[in-house]
């Protein structure tokens, strides 16, 4: 790991120097972030900035081209190969990403199986957790997430926003040490975007780490103690909510964050 990000002993996620390309096409261009326990970071950009991407990059959902990740204080253990880095160890890659709870902006849920299901597959068929432990566990976090009255029910009788919070009783019962949300409420009708902002705003409160791609500026800014401005795969602006948002020198993020005054 280079020296430009200094170890903590509160760290969550550490990335330093992410390069990601696809064929000729370079989509992250040096991307460097710190998150440590308790932080709120929003990644904002416009379209085609990377922001997903990076996001995925973190646990792996895309592999990075060079470039360091650490979790949890722990290194990711890669190695090279034409295609670029690959994990040295895949039982390296399936306990770190049991520290970090995805949401994607499809919800992503198993449309044959009921809510509470849903919410119960990974800890019991990944996290060898008992049934009973996991039901009650599944249950403590629909509640959490307003759906307990919904847990016997099949995804396609919920609403999206119904949908994407039992996604994040999901993510949340595998109890992570991060919190990753993709766009959480891109796929949403406009009348239920607040649900679910709702939900992650009182994560926050609870003081959970989560590291949130999204467009919703003012959440952004409100729910947020870091943000970092994306443009064309470069950090282009990064630090607090104040500074990005009223005290920003780049005239990209000016503009790009202008719209919420």
Sequence with gaps: MNSDIHRSRNEAVVVNNLHKKFDDLEVL???????????VLSIIGSSGSGKSTFLRC?????????????????SIAF????????PEDSKQVQRLRTK??????????????????????????????????????AEHFLNRVGLWEK?????????????????????????????????????????????????IHD??????????????????????NQVIFLHHGKVEESGTAQQVFYETKSERCKAFVSSIH
């Design 100 to 137: 970090l709870g995805m949401v994607f902006q499809s919800f992503n849920l198993w449309s044959h199986k009921t809510v509470i299901q849903n919410v119960m597959e990974v800890p019991v068929h990944v996290l060898k957790q008992s049934k009973q432990d996991a039901l009650e566990r």
């Design 203 to 224: 994560l926050a409160d609870e003081g959970r780490t989560m590291i949130l791609v999204t467009h919703e500026m003012k959440f952004a800014r409100d729910v947020s």
């Design 151 to 199: 847990r016997d029910q099949y995804p396609a009788f919920l609403s999206g926003g119904q949908q994407q919070r039992a996604a994040i009783a999901r993510a949340l019962a595998i109890e992570p040490r991060v919190m990753l949300f993709d766009e959480p409420t891109s796929a949403l009708d406009p009348e239920l975007v607040g649900e679910v902002l709702k939900v």
């Design 58 to 74: 973190i646990n792996l959902l895309e592999l990075p081209t060079s470039g360091d990740i650490r979790i949890a204080g722990e």
């Design 29 to 39: 261009r040096g991307v460097s972030l710190q998150a440590n326990e308790g932080d």
């Design 79 to 86: 190695k090279q190969s034409k295609q670029g880095l690959i």
